[in-house]
């Protein structure tokens, strides 16, 4: 087992690695000189060639590319150009808001899709199937930011059941928290709501198919245990897989859903960051995002080899 | 054979029954109008060839008929006095597992992989508001215990994939008889197994059924099965029953034509008489052939399989030569080895006088319409999407035979596997497994081979359908003077076919002997256990009587 | 022996063209194919005809005409320049299916090519998937908005920005079938049947990875326009000057209270066409391959 | 079906119901007793150096922490506000300035004259007006801990408007060892001696910053008036929330969670003032002027006629009617320093403010114009700029020009326009921007007029030596009317030459909620003197 992990972990060093030339490389090829930005309007060239002299942008690329990269490893992310500081902290003061978003949203999309596609798969070919499927098409098909305009518009504005914009910590106020984080939620979810429903009654209906699912019956096992215990059991690995696959596509949901409800996360950052051209922050979020991707999906690979008896390693 | 019980009483009737298949099927109904019955302490084997309705008959006993495709229309099943058509959903599930259970034929999926066996038999109980081990009933140790299960402490708390196929098969049967059911279904339970454990299983059914005296239906499509374990036998087709009765009726006096040509069509077990030329050149040579799966990449050191080693086998021109295993014994990994689909990792491959096993693919190209190879499934073995006649003419047009030219063989060759010509155009699907098979061996006799290697080419087939395609095997061995290397799990064809066969055994070559002699006198004690477990070997079922000439000195 | 049998080539091609027929026959008999495809061929045609459907030019401006309702003048109402929702609404189906559209192909043919690569080539095969491995754990919208920064906004570059997620996705598919089916027996046949590589895969192969292309296709083609949306939506995809739903929701957005029909006649064309793309897919897979999963 | 479809479904609509149902629930703040002001900015805080760069939002900034020697106060006039006292020497070339007692930094240093003269240079360094008033200073000395003199080498008519200017940059004190910062660095820490202290700890750039009031302030007894007077404090704590979706900004303040949003669009305005507790306000006096700014380096913008060319082609009113919308927020006006401001005149201006596309044809056929497309930069993030492209983009299409609309973002064009290159070769011909007021109020701040060429103007380099000794004489006349006169004969002469076009005249307003009492008007929003009520 250790020695899997092991392998897991090593294998995540050349996945990481082409994200970074990737992202350098796109990025430092891209126009805009940051040090004309950074000098503002009123400067002159010499203002210039000083400020790129201290950001070392007169460096060849790849001297450019081993100090970036080393620095990496060391945690430091580089300046923001934008805002002064180091982006690493920006990140950090930004993560809260994001983590608790995405982490609601996923917890909430476990909780409706799950039961949702397994009640489908249960119903396979019925009315309540078909009414989930056309949910989870309908689902796919609708913009996230019309959804939360739409959401903003009725619950917000017209109801006036909960806030427009905004973040709350939970720390500071559990309550305010959610009723801040619910329609945010509610937006950012739908989607994956349909993509996790989707597969929860594929998997369930390819898993009442299987041969112990005809055993348990001849058992004579009570309907709910053959889909809580059997089928469901048995379904949880393309599920989990694809929660932790679809966390990559999340980001982009995160990224429009945070703008529209003013959440000062990191989706949020990345706006600003490319409306500003702002690209040591950029790419300080590309590879944290990615980092991220592949840590979740490390941690998903690894829970299966420790808790499905059939995987071996 | 149980005629010292008890006055039979009758368990289970099925009356007149009658399934609907959905519309758009070849026929209207699975089964039509079938009834059978079966009694306490009693073993009905129900026989027939795939899309008999024999399994159809068995699901609707136990009410597990798929939802809204299968629906009973008329008649009635009629189970301790009640019409379990007519039982309510909840009612039903009271039966099922309790006084009425089932086994499956792939011990394999038939187990929930991801709860321990124990919990999964404690299961059974719970389901009917009962608890291993108290208020009378067994625990699971018991159970275990029942079913010759070793350690039975130890093997409660193992996964499914821990187990073999023969041990998963008991746990079945544990989980089955658990509550002591009055009537046992058995759908073709020892078919995935292989021929040693299945003699285990089915003496333990037997076994069983002493112990619980309760009636069993079961369902097979092997005659040596029957000839084993059945009190009474319902021979089914298309849906229909067309004859039953006791046993020894059956297998002596069959009354109708369709159930003669079914017992016939079993091969003997007497190996089949036919000159041969001891002298004739060698066509194919494997010398110390190998091949170790694992062991490359830096991780899985440990993990290393000898799938095939030290493995001397010598074909000659005109002749068969059979390799014998079980699952996993190697001799497919031998197959495929001589035929380059893999490469070997030691020994070599002599093609004629040509080393094959270790020159480069370039080289090897030239050799390759030497020797062809046909598969056991017929309906993988085929491009679905190019009809036959372009599968036909992709060999030789490959060594630069003119198209027009290899059409013309490829009509040749249809007619000579027994196809219409004129069926070239039509893609696969569009024919049966048997059909198709031929159309696999023309195939290759299309490249003119010297050698053609036969992988369980006949395995998936039914048995009257086995017959056929065996018959043609031999037919064009001898008619292009073809070397074949056999390769088979079942005796009964290798005792036909073959002029010597090699018994492979954990990658090796545990006995190889000319046919006669290996069943005349088998010396490797592997090679006896094959030749006892084969089911019905009393049997000669060509003759309709019992087995006179026969491998006599194994019994017991 | 009768050679009389006709073989010619053309007899086999007509053979040939009513197996595609039957086979379109076949998929149009879904319910969901004929309705996702339905409103996919009229969107179609909506693009393909638009100068003939717009009443004005729909980049024209009339900085008098601002914001004003539906009306008779304008059918969805004006933006604020003053320009006509509705002509631009139309020209902006353009564009979606013009991005959809190509980046299916793009991703498709590209993803193949590299499938097949990495499935057949060994040494390949593991520096191909580190790379794909990587692109894929770039979320897909940063990667598009970074490749855009770039690549500098137009349609163009959106199109490459939002093919380049796709491709890996496309990549493992091609090379999971091409690895799987080279163990299918007749795969196996042919070999020793001495048939060349390449043939092997062109004939036997590749043949296999049609369906799920096509239906992997839609998913791409629904994504890739919903990718579209948001990117402009945010700022950074299709330069402003050129009408895409994406866009002209992006102008509206600000006014969305007060003229909700900036937002509300884009998003519902947007929102009916990737509908009706994954209808089409959804019945697509069912009819051709229903062990399919959909991805994002 | 007898699964338990019913519990599920229940869970479901109790996840869904249980979103609280209160509206003022979400604005109660955690912290009851502090009195705390949310206001939502045009844009995001980022650079928090009010020298090193202009943006308003660094400026606005600048106001809060920091403190000026002297402030404009409603009627244009310096007033002083750390300084106490001062005096001009008889021959007007030694200036001597007295601080009030007692201002402290925030750090709990006093002020002293040291601060002031390292704040002075490092201003000067950067700001059009400091390096004006730099190029007369001969040397800045400190007198005592209180007092400082500057030495100018001839008598300089703008000194207290210089101390005192109000729009970026403003000369802002700091203490010495922030003050010595390179100018093109931002300064390492936030200390300064204004009426607000900056929470760093707090400060999420792109997302909140946080002020609380700085209790050792000494405001003066004055009135406030605009920047000037007394800076009274009557809040806790100051929020600078950014909300980049204006909808959303404006819906929160409707909703009571936001106290104050800065220039919302100009279309929603109504919605907002609609509701019953919301107010609008213009609280900045001048109002913005929108420009358009040509390359005079490459051709064919460097032929005069086909710049007149583009002038007759435009009209005014349709680019406020895209930008603005509402005519009661907008003036068409042909001053280029401003309607309302004592230099404000029409001459010259006639052909902007009708469209003449006959003449604009006519013009472009006898110039050297041949069919080059114009490169107009557009950038599409700001909602401020986003409205002028297109319109000129679609009236010289019609005057028979061809044009190449490039969209980017607003951070490219500002690094693009600083680009002298051809237009084909990265460089630009023509984009739009807009100045406060104040920063074009006269010929000396307004940065479209300077006329230096490429070492000296403003981008699009217009090289006019004659025009900048007619600019230089403003600096130097004596009285208002004389300074009219000069003003009136460098207005029509850059009309002529087409130095830049004014696109009109807007207000912004400033909504806020109808519980805040006293809030002050002027050149940058002003925080103090601001009361919550509940």
Same mark, same amino acid.
């Given at each position: 087992?250790?020695?899997?992990?092991?392998?897991?972990?090593?294998?995540?060093?050349?996945?990481?690695?082409?994200?970074?030339?990737?992202?350098?490389?796109?990025?430092?090829?891209?126009?805009?000189?940051?040090?004309?930005?950074?000098?503002?309007?009123?400067?002159?060239?010499?203002?210039?060639?000083?400020?790129?002299?201290?950001?070392?942008?007169?460096?060849?690329?790849?001297?450019?590319?081993?100090?970036?990269?080393?620095?990496?490893?060391?945690?430091?992310?580089?300046?923001?150009?934008?805002?002064?500081?180091?982006?690493?902290?920006?990140?950090?003061?930004?993560?809260?808001?994001?983590?608790?978003?995405?982490?609601?949203?996923?917890?909430? @999309?476990?909780? #409706?899709? &799950?039961?949702?596609?397994? $009640? !489908? =798969?249960?119903?396979? *070919?019925?009315?309540?199937?078909?009414? %989930?499927?056309?949910?989870?098409?309908?689902?796919?098909?609708?913009?996230?930011?019309?959804?939360?305009?739409?959401?903003?518009?009725?619950?917000?504005?017209?109801?006036?059941?909960?806030?427009?914009?905004?973040?709350?910590?939970?720390?500071?106020?559990?309550?305010?928290?959610?009723?801040?984080?619910?329609?945010?939620?509610?937006?950012?979810?739908?989607?994956?709501?349909?993509?996790?429903?989707?597969?929860?009654?594929?998997?369930?209906?390819?898993?009442?198919?299987?041969?112990?699912?005809?055993?348990?019956?001849?058992?004579?096992?009570?309907?709910?245990?053959?889909?809580?215990?059997?089928?469901?059991?048995?379904?949880? @690995?393309?599920? #989990?897989? &694809?929660?932790?696959?679809? $966390? !990559? =596509?999340?980001?982009? *949901?995160?990224?429009?859903?945070?703008? %529209?409800?003013?959440?000062?996360?990191?989706?949020?950052?990345?706006?600003?960051?490319?409306?500003?051209?702002?690209?040591?922050?950029?790419?300080?979020?590309?590879?944290?995002?990615?980092?991220?991707?592949?840590?979740?999906?490390?941690?998903?690979?690894?829970?299966?080899?420790?808790?499905?008896?059939?995987?071996?390693? | 054979?149980?005629?010292?019980?008890?006055?039979?009483?009758?368990?289970?009737?099925?009356?007149?029954?009658?399934?609907?298949?959905?519309?758009?099927?070849?026929?209207?109904?699975?089964?039509?109008?079938?009834?059978?019955?079966?009694?306490?302490?009693?073993?009905?084997?129900?026989?027939?060839?795939?899309?008999?309705?024999?399994?159809?008959?068995?699901?609707?006993?136990?009410?597990?008929?798929?939802?809204?495709?299968?629906?009973?229309?008329?008649?009635?099943?009629?189970?301790?006095?009640?019409?379990?058509?007519?039982?309510?959903?909840?009612?039903?599930?009271?039966?099922?597992?309790?006084?009425?259970?089932?086994?499956?034929?792939?011990?394999?999926?038939?187990?929930?992989?991801?709860?321990?066996?124990?919990?999964?038999?404690?299961?059974?109980?719970?389901?009917?508001?009962?608890?291993?081990?108290?208020?009378?009933?067994?625990?699971?140790?018991?159970?275990?215990?029942?079913?010759?299960?070793?350690?039975?402490?130890?093997?409660?708390?193992?996964?499914?994939?821990?187990?073999?196929?023969?041990?998963?098969?008991?746990?079945?049967?544990?989980?089955?008889?658990?509550?002591?059911?009055?009537?046992?279904?058995?759908?073709?339970?020892?078919?995935?197994?292989?021929?040693?454990?299945?003699?285990?299983?089915?003496?333990?059914?037997?076994?069983?059924?002493?112990?619980?005296?309760?009636?069993?239906?079961?369902?097979?499509?092997?005659?040596?099965?029957?000839?084993?374990?059945?009190?009474?036998?319902?021979?089914?087709?298309?849906?229909?029953?067309?004859?039953?009765?006791?046993?020894?009726?059956?297998?002596?006096?069959?009354?109708?034509?369709?159930?003669?040509?079914?017992?016939?069509?079993?091969?003997?077990?007497?190996?089949?008489?036919?000159?041969?030329?001891?002298?004739?050149?060698?066509?194919?040579?494997?010398?110390?052939?190998?091949?170790?799966?694992?062991?490359?990449?830096?991780?899985?050191?440990?993990?290393?399989?000898?799938?095939?080693?030290?493995?001397?086998?010598?074909?000659?021109?005109?002749?068969?030569?059979?390799?014998?295993?079980?699952?996993?014994?190697?001799?497919?990994?031998?197959?495929?080895?001589?035929?380059?689909?893999?490469?070997?990792?030691?020994?070599?491959?002599?093609?004629?006088?040509?080393?094959?096993?270790?020159?480069?693919?370039?080289?090897?190209?030239?050799?390759?319409?030497?020797?062809?190879?046909?598969?056991?499934?017929?309906?993988?073995?085929?491009?679905?999407?190019?009809?036959?006649?372009?599968?036909?003419?992709?060999?030789?047009?490959?060594?630069?035979?003119?198209?027009?030219?290899?059409?013309?063989?490829?009509?040749?060759?249809?007619?000579?596997?027994?196809?219409?010509?004129?069926?070239?155009?039509?893609?696969?699907?569009?024919?049966?497994?048997?059909?198709?098979?031929?159309?696999?061996?023309?195939?290759?006799?299309?490249?003119?081979?010297?050698?053609?290697?036969?992988?369980?080419?006949?395995?998936?087939?039914?048995?009257?359908?086995?017959?056929?395609?065996?018959?043609?095997?031999?037919?064009?061995?001898?008619?292009?003077?073809?070397?074949?290397?056999?390769?088979?799990?079942?005796?009964?064809?290798?005792?036909?076919?073959?002029?010597?066969?090699?018994?492979?055994?954990?990658?090796?070559?545990?006995?190889?002997?000319?046919?006669?002699?290996?069943?005349?006198?088998?010396?490797?004690?592997?090679?006896?256990?094959?030749?006892?477990?084969?089911?019905?070997?009393?049997?000669?079922?060509?003759?309709?009587?019992?087995?006179?000439?026969?491998?006599?000195?194994?019994?017991? | 022996?009768?050679?009389?049998?006709?073989?010619?080539?053309?007899?086999?091609?007509?053979?040939?063209?009513?197996?595609?027929?039957?086979?379109?026959?076949?998929?149009?008999?879904?319910?969901?194919?004929?309705?996702?495809?339905?409103?996919?061929?009229?969107?179609?045609?909506?693009?393909?005809?638009?100068?003939?459907?717009?009443?004005?030019?729909?980049?024209?401006?009339?900085?008098?005409?601002?914001?004003?309702?539906?009306?008779?003048?304008?059918?969805?109402?004006?933006?604020?320049?003053?320009?006509?929702?509705?002509?631009?609404?139309?020209?902006?189906?353009?564009?979606?299916?013009?991005?959809?559209?190509?980046?299916?192909?793009?991703?498709?043919?590209?993803?193949?090519?590299?499938?097949?690569?990495?499935?057949?080539?060994?040494?390949?095969?593991?520096?191909?998937?580190?790379?794909?491995?990587?692109?894929?754990?770039?979320?897909?919208?940063?990667?598009?908005?970074?490749?855009?920064?770039?690549?500098?906004?137009?349609?163009?570059?959106?199109?490459?920005?939002?093919?380049?997620?796709?491709?890996?996705?496309?990549?493992?598919?091609?090379?999971?079938?091409?690895?799987?089916?080279?163990?299918?027996?007749?795969?196996?046949?042919?070999?020793?049947?001495?048939?060349?590589?390449?043939?092997?895969?062109?004939?036997?192969?590749?043949?296999?990875?049609?369906?799920?292309?096509?239906?992997?296709?839609?998913?791409?083609?629904?994504?890739?326009?919903?990718?579209?949306?948001?990117?402009?939506?945010?700022?950074?995809?299709?330069?402003?000057?050129?009408?895409?739903?994406?866009?002209?929701?992006?102008?509206?957005?600000?006014?969305?209270?007060?003229?909700?029909?900036?937002?509300?006649?884009?998003?519902?064309?947007?929102?009916?066409?990737?509908?009706?793309?994954?209808?089409?897919?959804?019945?697509?897979?069912?009819?051709?391959?229903?062990?399919?999963?959909?991805?994002? | 079906?007898?699964?338990?479809?019913?519990?599920?479904?229940?869970?479901?609509?109790?996840?869904?119901?249980?979103?609280?149902?209160?509206?003022?629930?979400?604005?109660?703040?955690?912290?009851?007793?502090?009195?705390?002001?949310?206001?939502?900015?045009?844009?995001?805080?980022?650079?928090?150096?009010?020298?090193?760069?202009?943006?308003?939002?660094?400026?606005?900034?600048?106001?809060?922490?920091?403190?000026?020697?002297?402030?404009?106060?409603?009627?244009?006039?310096?007033?002083?506000?750390?300084?106490?006292?001062?005096?001009?020497?008889?021959?007007?070339?030694?200036?001597?300035?007295?601080?009030?007692?007692?201002?402290?930094?925030?750090?709990?240093?006093?002020?002293?004259?040291?601060?002031?003269?390292?704040?002075?240079?490092?201003?000067?360094?950067?700001?059009?007006?400091?390096?004006?008033?730099?190029?007369?200073?001969?040397?800045?000395?400190?007198?005592?801990?209180?007092?400082?003199?500057?030495?100018?080498?001839?008598?300089?008519?703008?000194?207290?408007?210089?101390?005192?200017?109000?729009?970026?940059?403003?000369?802002?004190?700091?203490?010495?060892?922030?003050?010595?910062?390179?100018?093109?660095?931002?300064?390492?820490?936030?200390?300064?001696?204004?009426?607000?202290?900056?929470?760093?700890?707090?400060?999420?750039?792109?997302?909140?910053?946080?002020?609380?009031?700085?209790?050792?302030?000494?405001?003066?007894?004055?009135?406030?008036?605009?920047?000037?007077?007394?800076?009274?404090?009557?809040?806790?704590?100051?929020?600078?929330?950014?909300?980049?979706?204006?909808?959303?900004?404006?819906?929160?303040?409707?909703?009571?969670?936001?106290?104050?949003?800065?220039?919302?669009?100009?279309?929603?305005?109504?919605?907002?003032?609609?509701?019953?507790?919301?107010?609008?306000?213009?609280?900045?006096?001048?109002?913005?002027?929108?420009?358009?700014?040509?390359?005079?380096?490459?051709?064919?913008?460097?032929?005069?006629?086909?710049?007149?060319?583009?002038?007759?082609?435009?009209?005014?009113?349709?680019?406020?009617?895209?930008?603005?919308?509402?005519?009661?927020?907008?003036?068409?006006?042909?001053?280029?320093?401003?309607?309302?401001?004592?230099?404000?005149?029409?001459?010259?201006?006639?052909?902007?403010?009708?469209?003449?596309?006959?003449?604009?044809?006519?013009?472009?056929?006898?110039?050297?114009?041949?069919?080059?497309?114009?490169?107009?930069?557009?950038?599409?993030?700001?909602?401020?700029?986003?409205?002028?492209?297109?319109?000129?983009?679609?009236?010289?299409?019609?005057?028979?020009?061809?044009?190449?609309?490039?969209?980017?973002?607003?951070?490219?064009?500002?690094?693009?326009?600083?680009?002298?290159?051809?237009?084909?070769?990265?460089?630009?011909?023509?984009?739009?921007?807009?100045?406060?007021?104040?920063?074009?109020?006269?010929?000396?701040?307004?940065?479209?007029?300077?006329?230096?060429?490429?070492?000296?103007?403003?981008?699009?380099?217009?090289?006019?030596?004659?025009?900048?000794?007619?600019?230089?004489?403003?600096?130097?006349?004596?009285?208002?009317?004389?300074?009219?006169?000069?003003?009136?004969?460098?207005?029509?002469?850059?009309?002529?030459?087409?130095?830049?076009?004014?696109?009109?005249?807007?207000?912004?307003?400033?909504?806020?909620?109808?519980?805040?009492?006293?809030?002050?008007?002027?050149?940058?929003?002003?925080?103090?003197?601001?009361?919550?009520?509940?």
């Amino acid at each position: 087992m250790a020695l899997y992990i092991l392998r897991r972990l090593l294998a995540v060093i050349p996945v990481m690695l082409v994200v970074a030339v990737f992202v350098f490389l796109l990025i430092r090829l891209g126009p805009g000189d940051p040090a004309a930005q950074l000098a503002g309007d009123a400067a002159t060239a010499e203002d210039i060639q000083r400020i790129r002299e201290r950001l070392g942008l007169h460096l060849p690329i790849h001297v450019q590319f081993i100090t970036w990269f080393g620095n990496i490893l060391q945690g430091d992310l580089g300046m923001s150009i934008a805002n002064n500081r180091p982006v690493s902290s920006l990140i950090l003061a930004r993560l809260e808001p994001t983590l608790m978003l995405t982490l609601t949203t996923i917890i909430f @999309v476990v909780l #409706v899709a &799950v039961p949702l596609g397994a $009640i !489908a =798969a249960w119903n396979h *070919g019925r009315w309540i199937d078909r009414a %989930v499927m056309a949910f989870s098409v309908l689902g796919f098909s609708i913009p996230v930011f019309v959804l939360a305009y739409i959401l903003i518009y009725v619950f917000a504005m017209w109801l006036g059941v909960a806030p427009v914009q905004g973040f709350v910590s939970p720390t500071d106020s559990l309550y305010r928290f959610f009723a801040h984080i619910a329609l945010p939620v509610l937006s950012l979810s739908t989607i994956y709501i349909a993509l996790v429903a989707r597969i929860t009654r594929a998997t369930v209906v390819e898993t009442l198919g299987e041969d112990y699912i005809r055993t348990a019956y001849s058992k004579g096992v009570r309907d709910r245990d053959i889909l809580l215990k059997h089928a469901l059991r048995n379904s949880w @690995v393309p599920v #989990v897989t &694809v929660i932790g696959i679809s $966390i !990559a =596509a999340l980001i982009g *949901g995160v990224v429009v859903t945070e703008s %529209v409800y003013n959440i000062p996360g990191l989706g949020r950052l990345t706006v600003d960051a490319v409306l500003a051209s702002d690209y040591p922050v950029i790419q300080g979020l590309i590879l944290v995002f990615s980092f991220t991707y592949v840590l979740i999906n490390l941690v998903v690979d690894i829970t299966y080899a420790a808790l499905d008896p059939r995987i071996r390693y | 054979m149980n005629a010292d019980r008890t006055p039979p009483h009758s368990i289970l009737e099925i009356r007149d029954l009658t399934v609907r298949l959905p519309p758009g099927g070849d026929r209207t109904n699975a089964v039509e109008n079938v009834s059978m019955h079966v009694n306490a302490g009693e073993i009905v084997c129900v026989v027939g060839e795939s899309g008999s309705g024999k399994s159809v008959t068995a699901q609707t006993v136990i009410g597990l008929l798929p939802r809204e495709q299968l629906t009973p229309t008329s008649g009635s099943v009629i189970f301790e006095g009640e019409d379990v058509l007519t039982l309510s959903r909840e009612r039903m599930r009271g039966l099922r597992g309790k006084r009425i259970s089932m086994i499956f034929q792939e011990p394999m999926t038939a187990l929930n992989p991801v709860v321990r066996v124990g919990r999964q038999i404690a299961e059974v109980f719970r389901s009917h508001g009962l608890e291993p081990g108290r208020g009378g009933m067994p625990s699971i140790s018991d159970l275990l215990e029942s079913v010759r299960l070793p350690e039975p402490e130890r093997l409660q708390n193992s996964y499914p994939h821990q187990l073999s196929g023969g041990q998963r098969q008991r746990i079945m049967i544990a989980m089955a008889l658990a509550l002591s059911p009055s009537l046992l279904l058995a759908d073709e339970p020892t078919t995935a197994l292989d021929v040693t454990t299945q003699a285990r299983i089915l003496k333990l059914i037997r076994e069983m059924q002493d112990r619980y005296h309760n009636g069993v239906l079961f369902i097979t499509h092997d005659f040596g099965v029957v000839a084993e374990i059945a009190d009474r036998v319902v021979v089914m087709r298309d849906g229909q029953v067309v004859e039953q009765g006791p046993t020894d009726r059956i297998l002596r006096n069959p009354q109708q034509d369709y159930t003669r040509m079914l017992i016939s069509a079993v091969p003997s077990m007497v190996p089949a008489k036919r000159k041969r030329a001891p002298d004739a050149p060698v066509a194919l040579r494997t010398e110390n052939l190998a091949k170790t799966y694992g062991g490359g990449s830096w991780f899985r050191k440990g993990w290393e399989v000898k799938a095939a080693e030290a493995v001397n086998l010598e074909l000659r021109r005109g002749q068969t030569l059979g390799i014998v295993g079980e699952s996993g014994s190697g001799k497919s990994t031998v197959a495929r080895c001589v035929v380059r689909l893999i490469d070997p990792t030691g020994g070599k491959v002599y093609l004629g006088d040509t080393e094959i096993g270790n020159v480069r693919l370039r080289e090897l190209k030239p050799m390759r319409k030497r020797i062809q190879i046909i598969f056991q499934d017929p309906y993988r073995s085929l491009n679905p999407r190019r009809s036959i006649g372009k599968s036909l003419i992709e060999g030789p047009t490959n060594f630069g035979v003119p198209e027009r030219e290899a059409w013309a063989r490829a009509v040749q060759l249809l007619e000579i596997v027994g196809i219409d010509p004129d069926a070239h155009a039509r893609f696969p699907h569009q024919f049966s497994g048997g059909q198709r098979q031929r159309i696999c061996i023309a195939r290759a006799l299309a490249m003119e081979p010297d050698v053609l290697v036969a992988d369980e080419a006949v395995s998936a087939l039914d048995v009257s359908v086995q017959a056929q395609v065996l018959d043609l095997l031999t037919d064009i061995r001898d008619r292009f003077d073809l070397s074949v290397l056999f390769i088979t799990h079942d005796l009964r064809v290798a005792a036909q076919v073959c002029d010597s066969v090699a018994v492979m055994h954990q990658g090796r070559v545990v006995e190889y002997e000319p046919v006669e002699q290996l069943f005349a006198a088998p010396t490797h004690p592997y090679t006896r256990e094959l030749l006892a477990a084969a089911p019905g070997r009393h049997w000669n079922f060509q003759a309709f009587c019992e087995a006179t000439e026969t491998v006599a000195a194994l019994d017991g | 022996m009768t050679t009389d049998v006709s073989f010619e080539a053309g007899a086999r091609d007509e053979r040939a063209l009513s197996v595609w027929a039957a086979t379109l026959r076949f998929l149009l008999r879904n319910r969901s194919v004929q309705i996702g495809g339905g409103l996919l061929v009229l969107m179609i045609a909506i693009a393909l005809l638009a100068p003939l459907l717009w009443t004005v030019s729909p980049t024209r401006l009339d900085t008098a005409m601002r914001l004003r309702p539906p009306g008779p003048d304008a059918w969805m109402g004006t933006d604020p320049f003053g320009r006509d929702v509705y002509s631009r609404v139309i020209y902006g189906s353009r564009i979606s299916l013009l991005v959809g559209l190509t980046v299916a192909m793009t991703a498709a043919l590209v993803g193949t090519v590299l499938g097949i690569l990495a499935g057949y080539i060994r040494w390949l095969d593991g520096i191909l998937m580190r790379v794909m491995d990587g692109l894929m754990a770039i979320p897909a919208i940063l990667l598009a908005i970074a490749m855009i920064a770039v690549l500098g906004a137009g349609i163009g570059s959106v199109i490459i920005a939002i093919t380049v997620p796709e491709v890996p996705r496309v990549v493992r598919l091609v090379r999971s079938i091409v690895l799987s089916v080279r163990e299918e027996p007749y795969v196996e046949a042919a070999v020793a049947l001495g048939t060349p590589g390449h043939l092997v895969m062109v004939r036997h192969i590749l043949p296999n990875t049609i369906a799920p292309l096509l239906v992997q296709g839609t998913y791409i083609c629904a994504f890739a326009i919903l990718i579209e949306s948001i990117l402009s939506f945010l700022g950074a995809g299709v330069p402003p000057t050129i009408p895409t739903w994406g866009n002209i929701m992006a102008e509206g957005r600000i006014y969305f209270q007060i003229s909700p029909w900036n937002i509300f006649f884009p998003a519902t064309f947007l929102a009916l066409t990737i509908l009706s793309v994954n209808v089409l897919g959804d019945g697509l897979r069912d009819t051709l391959d229903p062990r399919l999963q959909r991805s994002v | 079906m007898s699964i338990t479809t019913r519990n599920w479904t229940a869970g479901l609509l109790a996840a869904v119901v249980a979103i609280p149902a209160a509206n003022a629930a979400f604005v109660s703040s955690a912290d009851a007793e502090e009195v705390v002001l949310r206001a939502v900015k045009h844009s995001a805080l980022r650079v928090l150096d009010p020298i090193m760069t202009t943006a308003y939002m660094s400026r606005n900034h600048g106001y809060m922490i920091f403190d000026t020697l002297f402030a404009l106060d409603e009627n244009f006039e310096p007033q002083p506000q750390m300084v106490d006292t001062w005096e001009v020497s008889d021959d007007q070339l030694t200036w001597t300035f007295t601080l009030r007692d007692g201002l402290l930094f925030h750090d709990g240093e006093l002020v002293t004259s040291d601060d002031v003269i390292a704040s002075l240079r490092r201003w000067g360094e950067r700001d059009a007006m400091g390096q004006e008033l730099m190029r007369y200073t001969e040397e800045m000395n400190a007198v005592d801990d209180n007092t400082f003199e500057i030495v100018v080498s001839e008598p300089y008519g703008l000194m207290l408007e210089s101390l005192g200017k109000p729009s970026s940059n403003v000369p802002f004190i700091m203490p010495q060892r922030l003050a010595e910062t390179d100018s093109t660095e931002p300064i390492p820490e936030q200390i300064g001696s204004g009426p607000f202290v900056f929470v760093d700890e707090e400060f999420e750039p792109g997302a909140v910053a946080v002020y609380r009031k700085f209790e050792d302030y000494v405001p003066r007894d004055e009135e406030p008036s605009w920047m000037s007077g007394g800076k009274n404090v009557h809040v806790d704590r100051v929020e600078w929330v950014n909300i980049p979706d204006h909808g959303t900004a404006l819906n929160s303040v409707i909703s009571g969670e936001i106290d104050w949003m800065e220039n919302p669009p100009w279309d929603l305005i109504a919605v907002a003032e609609n509701a019953p507790n919301v107010v609008g306000r213009q609280l900045q006096p001048l109002g913005s002027q929108g420009m358009m700014r040509m390359n005079f380096l490459h051709p064919p913008l460097d032929d005069p006629k086909v710049r007149q060319a583009i002038m007759y082609a435009v009209e005014q009113e349709s680019y406020m009617q895209a930008l603005v919308g509402p005519p009661e927020y907008y003036e068409v006006c042909g001053a280029m320093f401003m309607c309302g401001t004592p230099l404000e005149t029409d001459i010259g201006s006639a052909p902007l403010l009708e469209q003449d596309l006959d003449r604009a044809r006519e013009l472009l056929e006898e110039s050297s114009y041949d069919g080059e497309p114009i490169v107009i930069m557009y950038p599409t993030d700001v909602i401020t700029l986003s409205g002028y492209p297109p319109v000129t983009a679609q009236a010289l299409e019609e005057a028979g020009f061809n044009v190449d609309l490039q969209a980017t973002d607003w951070q490219t064009v500002v690094s693009r326009r600083a680009s002298m290159d051809p237009p084909e070769e990265g460089g630009w011909h023509l984009f739009h921007t807009n100045w406060v007021g104040f920063d074009v109020a006269n010929p000396i701040v307004s940065q479209g007029l300077v006329a230096g060429g490429r070492e000296a103007a403003w981008f699009g380099w217009p090289d006019f030596p004659e025009f900048e000794e007619l600019r230089r004489s403003f600096a130097a006349a004596d009285g208002a009317e004389e300074q009219f006169a000069v003003a009136e004969q460098i207005q029509e002469q850059a009309y002529e030459n087409v130095m830049y076009l004014p696109l009109g005249q807007y207000i912004e307003i400033a909504i806020f909620g109808d519980h805040l009492e006293g809030v002050l008007e002027g050149p940058a929003p002003i925080f103090w003197n601001i009361r919550k009520n509940d």
